[in-house]
């Protein structure tokens, strides 16, 4: 059986959304490069909902996957709905992460949170 | 699809002349060696006809190879059978901080067993200092065990050197017995146990386009050790059990190939190896290699890639059709940087962008410029997602590792 399920390889060698956002509203980064694993989110906002995101990565084909498929889940979602999604759902969305990537790799809800939180701190 | 196999210092490609040699002993010749019937006598011939050939490939003679199922198997018995035999003289074990985990956990173990262990540190290329292992002997050191070069950076340790530091310290009927694990080494590079002074020697078929199952460890006649596995009659019983006659027969052709071709294979890997290379130092930016360039396993191309992780890089070098190995936290099962490279003070952020291509006869020159075309693209394709390269970009400065950075513990 192969290391990752094929939706983590298909949004690995597809990533959605990659990029920064000049003027975004709220910013969020977790992880640390000597962990092999950092993830910076970006976030526009329009009335209450995510209207853009983009991200930058930093790590594993786990780490690349997620953040690819959490941008996606975000996106038109509320800042609330948002703040309610887990890195767990994030797994479950991917098929399944091996074990050893639900702690280190799986930090996009994580980012994403941190960068709705920073939108909310500049108001 | 095309298929570039470039780790082969985890498995080497079967040559097909040990193939067709091993074939017959399964189904033919399935005597067990240790019967003294005629299907036995077949199988006993072409046990000792093995056992001469792999023992001609470092210069030892064949009561001093002992037959194991691989590598780790070797060390184990090495490091354990060593130790227990020579405890009376004291129970200090030296071994260099760059070993295979074989080396590592048997020491651990002996370590829980009352042994005091002492690491030699290696410098930034990955040498054991002469001087360095000088500062660890003591009175009660009974073994010392370093490896004859790393598989994963390709460093060559002047083993001969070593060895001569640790038997000058031999005074007054005091012995300390030398071990060297050289699985990376035989079959690549030219290894003689007389000229290296070694007690004991590990190697593997599995590296040099022999079969899985079938390794040997030279012990040098007079060399006491105490067996791991017990059980008949088979090894001089320092290693029981029924021998696996197809690979140690193909361990035996492996041993021989490998002497006949050595100096031919060694001149075109290395130079497949320099163009890989100086390949990618010419088209790749922030990039080191990891090792030392010139006592170097003539196949072994290590680099840290800055900005990018090793995983990553692997496994699109993979839907490429390129295989290839990484040192990474996330390519290890354990979630850590390689121990090699933090043994020669890699920096641990750029160690994560480890990528690690070994070299064999079977490769060709169009498979190095089929790398050299496509790997660079993937490092740019991975670095335009990196936020450490665009904050590179925009700064001019690497981000550093923030606070609670313990890549040890892992701690998010």
């Known amino acids: 059986m192969a290391f990752y399920s094929e939706k983590v390889m298909e949004h690995f060698a597809n990533p959605r959304n990659v990029g920064e956002i000049k003027d975004a509203d709220g910013v969020g980064e977790v992880g640390n490069p000597v962990c092999g694993d950092m993830m910076t989110f970006y976030i526009k906002v329009d009335n209450n909902r995510i209207k853009n995101v983009r991200f930058k990565t930093f790590g594993c084909g786990a780490a690349i996957a997620v953040s690819s498929i959490v941008s996606e889940m975000a996106l038109g979602k509320t800042l609330e709905e948002v703040m309610n999604l887990t890195n767990a ?16 790799s799986n930090l996009g809800a994580d980012a994403l949170h941190k960068a709705i939180e920073n939108y909310k701190s500049k108001k | 699809m095309k298929r570039v196999y470039l780790d082969n210092q985890s ?5 097909e002349r040990v193939f067709n040699n091993m074939k ?15 299907l036995g006598t077949v199988s006993k011939d072409a046990l000792e006809t093995a056992r001469a050939k792999v023992a001609n490939l470092i210069n030892a003679t064949a009561k001093e190879i002992v037959f194991t199922s691989c590598g780790t198997e070797s060390n184990n018995l090495a490091v354990k059978g060593i130790a227990g035999a020579l405890k009376a003289g004291g129970r200090h074990i030296i071994v260099s901080s760059i070993e295979h985990f074989s080396i590592l956990n048997s020491v651990k173990r002996l370590e829980k067993e009352g042994f005091e262990i002492s690491f030699v540190p290696v410098d930034g290329k990955g040498n054991v200092d002469d001087s360095a292992l000088k500062k660890c002997l003591r009175k009660d050191t009974i073994l010392v065990s370093v490896q004859y070069a790393n598989p994963e950076i390709g460093t060559i340790q002047d083993v001969k050197k070593l060895v001569s530091v640790v038997k000058q310290s031999c005074n007054a009927g005091k ?5 060297t694990d050289a699985v990376a080494a035989c079959g690549v590079v ?20 022999g079969p899985k199952g079938a390794a040997a460890l030279y012990i040098k006649e007079g060399l006491k050790i105490n067996p791991q596995i017990e059980g008949g009659v088979q090894e001089n019983s320092r290693r029981s059990g029924t021998e696996n006659l197809p690979a140690i027969v193909g361990f035996g052709k492996a041993c021989e190939i490998a002497k006949e071709e050595l100096a031919d294979n060694n001149k075109f890997i290395r130079r497949l190896r320099d163009k890989l290379t100086n390949g990618l130092l ?34 699109l070098l993979d839907a490429k059709g390129i295989m290839a190995a990484s040192g990474s936290s996330c390519a290890s099962k354990d979630l850590k940087l390689s121990h090699v490279l933090r043994a020669i003070n890699v920096d641990s952020a750029v160690g994560q962008g480890s990528i690690l291509f070994t070299l064999s006869k079977f490769n060709t020159e169009e498979e190095i410029d089929y790398v050299l075309e496509e790997f660079p693209d993937i490092v740019k394709r991975l670095r335009d997602m990196s936020p450490l390269y665009s904050h590179f970009i925009r700064t001019g400065e690497r981000k550093s590792a923030g606070p609670g950075a313990d890549f040890d513990g892992h701690s998010h």
């Open chain 2, 175 to 179: 012995f300390i017995a030398f071990h």
């Open chain 1, 89 to 104: 759902d994030v797994a479950k969305a991917l098929g399944g992460l091996p074990p050893n990537k639900m702690h280190c």
């Open chain 2, 24 to 38: 017959p002993f399964f189904t033919e010749y399935y005597g067990n060696p240790q019967s003294i019937y005629s």
């Open chain 2, 11 to 15: 498995n080497t490609k079967l040559d």
């Open chain 2, 190 to 209: 030219p290894v003689d146990v007389k000229d290296l002074g070694v007690d004991a020697l590990t190697f593997s078929a599995s590296v040099m386009h």
């Open chain 2, 282 to 315: 010419n088209k790749i930016e922030h990039i080191y290699l990891n090792g030392d360039m010139e006592n170097r396993l003539s196949g072994n191309v290590n680099f840290s890639i800055e900005f990018v992780e090793g995983e990553a890089l692997f496994l």
